[in-house]
């Protein structure tokens, strides 16, 4: 019933212009980056900092700053392995517009970040894995049922978690990519979200080639029932085939000019 | 255990939108609750009743009832003034039946100093109703529009034929408020609001006319819209469709054969000034349980009955 949400991927420091803004509280790259995504359509937009051992609490408060106080509180995923820098982030976290996202625990090393969000009124994207990637849905949905279990126990809604099953890459693991459509059918059918980082399945394809195999996976994976995805929205194709998905789904009343909206 | 009713108040919320200045202007829309749902959430506007008063006087009109209501009125300015009086009125809506090009043809000239006489006499908002000739219609908006600056009066209404020469006079020139008509087609109707708003015209000048229709007269296809419109802009958040709604009630209801035949035709249906107040009592009570944030009524019976009607359900 609700629309599909996406999370804006292109703040992060893995993209060097990112890093060095980062590194030199450079407000400019980092402010068009987020406008750029939340004008094609981005509902949340992630802000990954990296790990940032030294200065990550500082730095996350500068950046949850800087964002919400130029793009009226627009909601942001935190995306740290630093759990301090996460919290220090929610302290000047205005909700507004939506609550902050842990981005995010797993059923491994990372599986206190539930605990986290959940101390702190904040949805967590639960990474179906341990430590290494779950070798069949079996343990996927084991890894989902844990990680439930510790949300709910810490008096969390169930619809603050919302499960990654983890997208692979094709080229490499074309044999899993039906596996992991099947376990998002399995979060849908339990009644729980769900995202994941969606370009993962398009690594080191040709950069002409790589839209086509989001939007098709993509597609695919709302089927089954996908209610959310980390993705790059300013690929043209893809926020189309979202909007187009939503309205088969019956997610949004059509009118003709649905892709303008 | 306690039985604890789940409320279901949503996080959307229609827009409010103000008709009319001064002491005499309402309010319609601002729920964020399914129609008359006061248990989930209060709801701060109730809906209203705009008196439809045509260009013609009570020229055609077959129901003693109004005749006696309007009796000693020698003009359509007199009638919208005591138009005011009716039991749960709360505006006036002028109705430009006389201008249509295949009829009449009244002059914009004409209307417009109509409109004006009508706007001097009145506390109470005006709606402007055409003749749903689309370039007729443009043209008294337009001019009616422009005569009626600081009035804050609905023009009824933009299609998708003259949105854009409405939606730019009305809507943007002249500052008023705008209906969106749309003839029950869901999709027609959230266009016709994405359209507006590209024009420019701001969310909060918009009302949605997405069709009408009396009881009995196809209108399960009206209330099946009203139903997935309210459930859009509520339950989906959908901001092209969280437009108040307002539906035109006796312009329909009066031109069906239960309320136009003489008795000595269909003795066995009884009274026709009751029939025709039966008529819109149905239809306007449906489309108000449906969500309709305003009905546009004639008969002084039914608009009592149905002020009563709103009242008791709030």
């Known amino acids: 019933m609700a629309k599909f949400i996406t999370i804006g991927e292109r703040i992060s420091v893995t993209a060097p212009a990112i890093r060095r803004a980062f590194e030199e509280r450079d407000p400019e790259p980092i402010l068009t980056r987020c406008e750029q995504q939340l004008k094609a359509g981005a509902n949340y937009i992630d802000v990954n900092i990296g790990p940032a051992e030294s200065d990550g609490e500082e730095r996350m408060q500068w950046a949850v700053k800087l964002l919400q106080e130029r793009f009226d509180n627009v909601p942001l995923a935190l995306d740290t392995s630093n759990m301090k820098a996460i919290e220090a982030g929610i302290q000047v976290y205005n909700r507004e517009k939506g609550k902050p996202i842990v981005n995010s625990a797993d059923a491994g090393d990372r599986f ?26 079996d343990e996927r949905m084991a890894h989902c049922q844990r990680m439930l279990e510790e949300g709910l126990m810490h008096g969390m809604e169930a619809e603050d978690l919302w499960f990654d099953p983890l997208f692979l890459v094709v080229k490499g693991m074309q044999d899993k990519q039906m596996e992991v459509l099947e376990a998002i059918k399995m979060f849908t059918d339990m009644g729980l979200n769900s995202t994941g980082g969606l370009s993962n399945n398009s690594n080191g394809m040709p950069k002409h080639i790589r839209p086509i195999f989001d939007s098709c996976m993509l597609a695919m994976a709302m089927m089954q029932g996908l209610t959310s995805a980390i993705v790059n929205p300013n690929d043209q194709r893809l926020m189309e085939t979202i909007k187009t998905c939503d309205i088969i789904k019956n997610n949004n009343l059509y009118a003709d000019s649905y892709l303008e909206i | 255990m306690a039985f604890t009713p789940k409320k279901q108040a949503f996080n959307a919320k229609i827009n409010a939108v103000t008709l009319g200045t001064g002491d005499k202007s309402i309010v319609i829309g601002g729920e964020n609750v399914l129609p008359f749902y006061t248990f989930d959430a209060p709801i701060a506007n109730k809906p209203r009743i705009a008196v439809e008063i045509s260009d013609k006087g009570l020229e055609g009109c077959v129901s003693d009832g109004i005749k006696a209501f309007y009796a000693g009125c020698e003009s359509v300015v007199d009638m919208a003034v005591k138009a005011q009086s009716m039991e749960g009125a709360s505006a006036i809506c002028l109705h430009f039946e006389s201008a249509d090009p295949n009829g009449e043809n009244k002059s914009v000239e004409d209307c417009v100093a109509l409109a004006k006489a009508v706007a001097d006499a009145v506390e109470m908002p ?95 296809y009206l209330s099946s819209t009203l139903d997935r419109v309210k459930a859009a802009a509520l339950a989906q958040s959908d901001k092209q469709l969280q437009m108040p709604i307002v539906t035109p009630v006796s312009p329909e209801t009066w031109g069906v054969k239960e309320s136009m035949s003489p008795e000595e035709e269909s003795p066995e249906w009884g009274s026709l000034d009751e029939r025709g107040i039966e008529m819109e009592v149905c239809t306007a009570s449906a489309c108000l349980v449906g969500g309709s944030n305003l009905v546009i009524m004639r008969h002084p019976a039914a608009v009592a009955t149905i002020s009563k009607f709103i009242d008791s359900l709030m």
């Not at chain 2, 023009?155 to 500052?175: Q, T």
């Not at chain 2, 507006?196 to 399960?220: H, I, K, R, T, W």
């Open chain 2, 126 to 220: 005006i709606l402007v109703m055409g003749c749903k000739n689309i370039e007729k219609d443009a043209q008294i908006f337009n001019a009616v529009s422009d005569a009626l600056q600081g009035k804050n009066i609905l023009v009824l209404s933009a299609r998708e034929e003259n949105y854009k020469n409405v939606g730019a006079s009305a809507g943007l020139a002249y500052n008023q408020k705008v209906g969106a008509e749309s003839a029950v087609d869901i999709n027609l109707a959230k266009q016709l609001n994405v359209l507006l708003s590209q024009l420019g015209v701001p969310d909060a000048s918009v009302c949605m006319n997405v069709g009408s229709s009396a009881a009995g007269y196809g209108f399960e």
């Open chain 1, 112 to 137: 206190n970040r539930i605990e986290l969000a959940a101390n702190n009124d904040a949805i967590v994207i639960a990474l179906c894995s341990a430590n290494g990637i779950a070798s069949d849905n």
